[in-house]
C-alpha cells in the first residue's frame, strides 16, 4: 500500500557510533519531518523539509542531521549516538497547506 | 508560543461506555486541529480535524470532537466504547509560526475493559 516505509524497524546502537534512519515516501508530498517518542512528552519534531533541497530545523535537533536530496528520501543521522538519542522515531510527510500528516510505522531505537 | 494540553495521561472506561477525552490548547488566534490514534507498534493515524469550518468535526471509527474558543478545547467524544478503541490518542495543534508544524499533546492512553 501507499504510504511512508521506515527502515530499520528496530536497532541497538552502541553508544558514539553513527547511525541512518531511512524514511521513503511515495505520495509525492513536498513537506516531511522527523519527530521523536517519548513517554510523557508525546511527540517532539526534530527535523523538518518544506521541499526536496530544503530543511529546518524543529523543538529538538540537536544531536540530528537531515538531507532532502529528492522528494521521496529524508534520511535522519545520529552522527555520534548517546543514551538519551533512545526513542522510537517518526518520519511523516504531508502535501501543502493544512493538510494533516502521514505518519511511518517507526523506528525503535536504542542506545546503550 | 502555541501548546497543548491532554488531561488525563490514562482514562479507562467500561465497554458501550461514553468516552471522552480532552484537549486544550493555547494560541492567540484559532488554530488548526487534529486528533490522532496509535495503536501498538503502528504510526499515528488521522482521526479527524477542525480546520475552521465547522465547530463539530467528524471523524473516522464514531469519533467525534467539538472546537470550543470560548474554552479553547477540542474534546474526542465517542457516545459507545468498543473494545477496539484501546489505544493511545494524541492532540495536535498546528504550529502558526512554521509551514504545516504540529505541537502534539503527551497523548493519553485509552483502556476499554468489559
Known amino acids: 500500500t501507499a504510504g511512508i516505509t521506515q527502515a530499520p524497524t528496530s536497532q541497538i546502537l552502541a553508544a558514539g557510533r553513527s547511525m541512518t534512519l531511512r524514511c521513503t515516501q511515495d505520495?509525492?508530498?513536498?513537506?516531511m519531518y522527523w519527530y521523536r517518542q517519548d513517554l510523557g512528552l508525546g511527540l517532539r519534531l526534530i527535523h523538518y523539509?518544506?521541499?526536496?533541497?530544503?530543511?529546518g530545523k524543529g523543538e529538538v535537533p540537536d544531536g540530528y542531521s537531515v538531507s532532502r536530496a529528492n522528494t521521496d528520501d529524508f534520511p535522519l543521522t545520529l552522527a555520534s549516538a548517546v543514551p538519551s538519542q533512545t526513542s522510537v522515531y517518526f518520519c511523516?510527510?504531508?502535501?501543502?497547506?493544512?493538510?494533516?500528516?502521514?505518519f511511518g510505522d517507526g523506528t525503535r531505537l536504542s542506545i546503550l | 508560543a502555541q501548546s497543548v494540553t491532554q488531561l488525563g495521561s490514562h482514562v479507562s472506561v467500561s465497554e458501550g461506555a461514553l468516552v471522552l477525552l480532552r484537549c486544550n490548547y493555547s494560541?492567540?488566534?484559532?488554530?488548526?486541529l487534529f486528533w490522532y490514534v496509535q495503536y501498538p507498534n503502528q504510526g499515528l493515524q488521522l482521526l479527524l480535524k477542525y480546520t475552521s469550518a465547522a465547530t463539530l468535526v467528524k471523524g473516522i471509527n464514531g469519533f467525534e470532537a467539538e472546537f470550543k474558543k470560548s474554552e479553547t478545547s477540542f474534546h474526542l467524544t465517542k457516545p459507545s466504547a468498543h473494545m477496539s478503541d484501546a489505544a493511545e490518542y494524541f492532540c495536535?495543534?498546528?504550529?502558526?509560526?512554521?509551514?504545516?508544524?504540529?505541537?502534539f499533546g503527551a497523548g493519553t492512553r485509552l483502556a476499554v475493559h468489559p
Open positions: 511523516a510527510s504531508s502535501e501543502e497547506g493544512n493538510q494533516p500528516q502521514h
Open positions: 523539509s518544506n521541499t526536496a533541497g530544503t530543511t
Open positions: 494560541s492567540s488566534v484559532p488554530p488548526y
Open positions: 495536535a495543534v498546528r504550529y502558526s509560526g512554521g509551514y504545516n508544524k504540529l505541537i
Open positions: 505520495m509525492r508530498h513536498n513537506a
